[in-house]
Protein backbone atom coordinates (compact mmCIF):
# COMPACT_ATOMS: atom_id res chain seq x y z
CA UNK A 1 0.00 0.00 0.00
CA UNK A 2 1.19 3.67 -0.83
CA UNK A 3 1.62 5.87 2.28
CA UNK A 4 1.06 9.53 3.00
CA UNK A 5 3.41 11.73 5.06
CA UNK A 6 3.28 15.23 6.21
CA UNK A 7 5.97 17.62 7.46
CA UNK A 8 6.03 19.60 10.45
CA UNK A 9 8.05 22.02 11.34
CA UNK A 10 10.07 22.13 15.61
CA UNK A 11 12.97 24.10 16.77
CA UNK A 12 14.73 21.87 19.15
CA UNK A 13 17.34 24.00 22.23
CA UNK A 14 20.15 22.94 24.06
CA UNK A 15 23.10 24.34 26.07
CA UNK A 16 25.32 21.78 25.05
CA UNK A 17 25.42 20.92 21.16
CA UNK A 18 23.27 20.90 18.46
CA UNK A 19 23.35 17.52 18.19
CA UNK A 20 21.40 17.29 21.85
CA UNK A 21 18.82 20.10 20.62
CA UNK A 22 17.98 17.82 17.62
CA UNK A 23 17.18 14.78 20.13
CA UNK A 24 15.23 17.30 22.04
CA UNK A 25 13.47 18.45 19.20
CA UNK A 26 13.00 14.46 18.29
CA UNK A 27 12.19 13.20 22.07
CA UNK A 28 9.58 15.81 22.90
CA UNK A 29 7.79 16.18 19.14
CA UNK A 30 7.62 11.86 19.96
CA UNK A 31 5.69 12.51 22.44
CA UNK A 32 2.77 14.23 20.49
CA UNK A 33 3.57 12.75 17.14
CA UNK A 34 3.09 9.02 16.26
CA UNK A 35 4.77 7.49 13.17
CA UNK A 36 8.05 9.92 12.47
CA UNK A 37 9.79 8.20 9.38
CA UNK A 38 12.72 11.40 9.04
CA UNK A 39 14.14 14.70 9.51
CA UNK A 40 15.55 17.52 8.15
CA UNK A 41 17.76 20.21 9.64
CA UNK A 42 15.92 23.34 8.50
CA UNK A 43 18.52 25.79 10.16
CA UNK A 44 20.77 25.94 13.11
CA UNK A 45 21.95 29.08 14.94
CA UNK A 46 23.44 29.71 18.59
CA UNK A 47 22.67 32.36 21.30
CA UNK A 48 25.56 34.56 22.22
CA UNK A 49 26.00 35.62 25.62
CA UNK A 50 28.99 37.27 27.09
CA UNK A 51 31.10 36.38 23.85
CA UNK A 52 29.85 32.60 24.02
CA UNK A 53 27.46 30.62 22.80
CA UNK A 54 24.93 30.29 25.51
CA UNK A 55 22.68 27.71 23.70
CA UNK A 56 22.15 25.82 20.29
CA UNK A 57 18.86 26.21 18.42
CA UNK A 58 18.30 23.30 15.94
CA UNK A 59 14.82 24.08 13.59
CA UNK A 60 13.92 20.50 12.00
CA UNK A 61 11.42 19.56 9.37
CA UNK A 62 9.86 16.47 10.56
CA UNK A 63 8.47 13.84 8.48
CA UNK A 64 5.51 11.93 10.02
CA UNK A 65 3.14 8.84 8.20
CA UNK A 66 -0.44 9.89 7.77
CA UNK A 67 -2.70 7.02 9.19
CA UNK A 68 -5.20 5.41 7.40
CA UNK A 69 -8.84 5.43 8.33
CA UNK A 70 -10.32 2.75 10.32
Not at 13 to 25: H, P, R, V
Request: charged letters at 25%.
Amino acid sequence: MDQVYKKLEVVGTSKNSMEEAIGNALERTGEAVRHMRWFEVAEMRGYIENHKVSYYQVTLKIGFMVEQPA
